[in-house]
């Protein structure tokens, strides 16, 4: 089985700077800290550069290719390349900026090239809501599953660290996050265990649209 191969492609602060649109992009979102940069370089099992929590990298949106076709998207050891054939990626990985509370990011950076993102970019397959598995539901986390459902977009609510809790213990925990978000199915995930990443990669396999 060949690798994934990954690579960081731009970081964007405002719209003009997003690339053109071209391969199916899932964005991550999430508050500081739920494990985003953990999930992504877990995801494509190698640390890349610019997938970071560090302050200053967070305040863009970075876009990440892959080149991989569906059927090679899995949970095998991808490996990072420092120059990839000038081919188009075959899909983007969208880590956007981490947010402490909505109403903050409304202020700042979320009407300027967030809200745009979301709501304005044709190639978004799916918006990925991170939230913290062994923290209770939260009013930002809320905001944000309501914004995109009444933007129209699909998302998928993934439950990181699972690895912290028992299986009766998260089993409780997923049960209370989606009954307070208002959805049906959560993913647990764990960037410490791989747990979860199979079925991730599947979600983001089925939305390729091959
Ligand atoms: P970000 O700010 O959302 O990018 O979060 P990070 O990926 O930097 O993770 C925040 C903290 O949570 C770090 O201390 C990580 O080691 C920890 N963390 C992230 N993912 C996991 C996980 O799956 N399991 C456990 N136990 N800790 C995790």
Redesign the pocket.
């Known amino acids: 089985m060949k690798p994934i191969l990954a690579k960081f492609l731009t970081s964007a602060a405002s719209p003009d700077a997003f690339p053109a649109e071209g391969p199916p992009e899932f964005a991550f979102l999430?508050?500081?800290?739920?494990?985003?940069?953990?999930?992504i370089?877990?995801l494509l099992g190698q640390k890349l550069a610019h997938v970071?929590?560090t302050p200053g990298r967070?305040r863009t949106i970075n876009f990440i290719g892959i080149y991989a076709k569906a059927s090679q998207l899995h949970s095998t050891q991808p490996r990072a390349v420092a120059a990839v054939p000038h081919a188009q990626p075959e899909l983007m990985l969208v880590d956007l900026p981490?947010y402490g509370s909505i109403s903050r990011s409304i202020t700042a950076e979320w009407p300027k090239f967030i809200e745009p993102y979301l709501k304005e970019r044709t190639t978004l397959q799916l918006a990925i809501v991170?939230i913290d598995a062994n923290v209770p539901p939260q009013a930002p986390d809320r905001q944000l599953i309501e914004f995109l459902r009444s933007a129209g977009r699909d998302f998928l609510v993934v439950a990181?660290?699972?690895?912290?809790l028992s299986s009766n213990k998260l089993r409780a925990a997923l049960a209370t996050l989606a009954r307070e978000h208002g959805v049906e199915e959560i993913l647990a995930?764990?960037?410490?265990?791989g747990a979860g990443k199979n079925e991730l990669w599947r979600e983001i396999r089925q939305r390729m649209g091959n």
């Open positions: 999430g508050r500081s800290n739920v494990g985003k940069s953990s999930l370089n877990s970071s929590s967070t981490g991170l990181t660290k699972s690895d912290k995930y764990s960037a410490r265990t």
